[in-house]
């Protein structure tokens, strides 16, 4: 089998506005090719996108209950950043634009992280992983 060319995450939003109002705050853009009054395709990087669906396209797409991220956790979506610093930029980016911390910062050294919920409480995790600290194959 082959391996995947592209992963595309899919959550559910309340605003789509809001949303790209939030995620270009933090410096993300979006995809036009992939966006229209029910949905946006936010550019994580070159293989990753996370697909931003209003509450009627997404529940288009399942059969189950929608979550409310709010109350519970589906998902934790981890960002490896360049620096502790672009960590911290990102957190400081996240919170003035209407996210709040999620839980506090974790440093082992090694690896530094911190998490920050969006308006719509999902949970966004950046962290800086120290390339020599891991394991050589």
Not at 56 to 67: I, L, T, V
Not at 106 to 124: E, Q, T
Request: with cysteine; hydrophobic share 45%.
């Amino acid at each position: 089998m082959a391996a995947p060319k592209m992963s595309f995450i899919n959550l559910p939003v309340e605003s789509l506005p809001r949303t790209v109002r939030f995620y270009e705050a933090l410096g993300f853009a979006f995809n036009p090719h992939f966006t229209d009054e029910t949905a946006t395709c936010m550019v994580i990087n070159d293989t990753t996108c996370a697909m931003m669906l209003t509450h009627a396209k997404f529940d288009s797409f399942c059969a189950r209950p929608r979550p409310d991220a709010k109350a519970t956790t589906g998902g934790l979506f981890a960002l490896l950043l360049e620096s502790k610093a672009d960590v911290d930029a990102m957190m400081r980016k996240a919170i003035a634009a209407g996210g709040s911390e999620y839980r506090p910062t974790s440093d082992l050294g090694f690896m530094y992280g911190r998490a920050f919920a969006d308006p719509d409480g999902h949970v966004w995790e950046p962290f800086w992983m120290d390339p020599a600290a891991l394991p050589q194959t």
